[in-house]
T-cell receptor, first 115, second 111 residues
Framework: GAVVSQHPSRVICKSGTSVKIECRSL??????MFWYRQFPKQSLMLMAT?????????EQGVEKDKFLINHASLTLSTLTVTSAHPEDSSFYIC???????????FGSGTQLSVL | GESVGLHLPTLSVQEGDNSIINCAYS??????FIWYKQESGKGPQFIID?????DKRQGQRVTVLLNKTVKHLSLQIAATQPGDSAVYFC??????????FGTGTRLTVIP
């Protein structure tokens, strides 16, 4: 079946550094991918919609200059957290759906800890 | 055991009992609903979905019920097992819009 792969699963970084998270659709092409953020014991909050070959669409309140999204190919989207700070520590999850499908498939998530 | 979703975010059931997880969705125009299971430190896993033109759908050990009149969705898990322990989220979608996730219910299965 269709699989969404996310890497890395866990990252610890120092405050001020940038972190890149990759999301890949393994056996299908995804023109659209989604990035979510989840704080402990809370629900998933959509951050942005990543569109292949064009700019991402950010949800209200999400800083586009801080959370850089690149969707350079039909199977890869990346989220870069720039100049990370402790308050950026969270669980980041990507998702995608097969062409013509509505069911979102999720990556395994990335736990970001900023010291 | 039964939860009321937003008002009781945790549900504990004995192994072998049936579980009912409830969700009150917000948009009467939503036409597609999904239940996801999320284990600690992992991404959500698809369980079952239902469209608004249906009121019931069954899968393996799981049943989703949709009551559009009161905007209520439920997930029934038969013969709950320890491996079912997780957080369960309902999600709703309206047309081409993005999925909106509910707050989630933590299910704990007591051996």
């Amino acid at each position: 079946g269709a699989v969404v792969s996310q890497h890395p699963s866990r990252v610890i970084c120092k405050s001020g550094t940038s972190v890149k998270i990759e999301c890949r659709s393994l056996d299908f092409q995804a023109t659209t991918m989604f990035w979510y953020r989840q704080f402990p014991k809370q629900s998933l909050m959509l951050m942005a919609t990543s569109n292949e070959g064009s700019k991402a669409t950010y949800e209200q309140g999400v800083e586009k200059d801080k959370f850089l999204i690149n969707h350079a190919s039909l199977t890869l989207s990346t989220l870069t957290v720039t100049s990370a700070h402790p308050e950026d520590s969270s669980f980041y999850i990507c998702s995608a759906s097969r062409p013509g499908g509505e069911k979102l498939l999720f990556g395994s998530g990335t736990q970001l800890s900023v010291l | 055991g039964e939860s009321v979703g937003l008002h009781l975010p945790t549900l504990s059931v004995q192994e072998g009992d049936n579980s009912i997880i409830n969700c009150a969705y917000s948009n009467s125009a939503s036409d597609y609903f999904i239940w996801y299971k999320q284990e600690s430190g992992k991404g959500p896993q698809f369980i079952i979905d239902i469209r608004s033109n249906m009121d019931k759908r069954q899968g393996q050990r799981v049943t989703v019920l949709l009551n559009k009149t009161v905007k209520h969705l439920s997930l029934q898990i038969a013969a709950t097992q320890p491996g079912d322990s997780a957080v369960y989220f309902c999600a709703e979608k309206t047309g081409a819009n993005n999925l909106f996730f509910g707050t989630g219910t933590r299910l704990t299965v007591i051996p």
